[in-house]
């Protein structure tokens, strides 16, 4: 069996916009990124690209 946790959506809720609030500007997101293109770069990738979007801001 495996023991990783499930990963998939959820409705947001309220609580989810403080939570994305209270950890705004702590580097969490850099972070992140950095540990991604470092594993990219380990398998030999060359180019990373993030997309996001902002379609929902309004409900966090």
Same mark, same amino acid.
């Given at each position: 069996?495996?023991?990783?946790? @499930?990963? &998939?959506? @959820?409705? !947001? =809720?309220?609580?989810?916009? +403080? @939570?994305?609030?209270?950890? @705004? &500007? #702590? &580097?969490?997101? =850099?972070?992140?990124?950095? +540990? !991604?293109? !470092?594993?990219?770069?380990?398998?030999? !990738? +060359?180019?990373?690209? #993030?997309?996001? =979007?902002?379609?929902? =801001?309004?409900? #966090?």
């Amino acid at each position: 069996m495996n023991d990783r946790p @499930r990963i &998939g959506y @959820r409705p !947001a =809720s309220p609580e989810d916009g +403080r @939570r994305i609030a209270a950890h @705004r &500007g #702590l &580097g969490v997101g =850099s972070a992140l990124m950095e +540990r !991604a293109c !470092a594993h990219g770069r380990r398998l030999g !990738a +060359r180019t990373a690209w #993030l997309e996001t =979007s902002n379609v929902n =801001s309004k409900d #966090l």
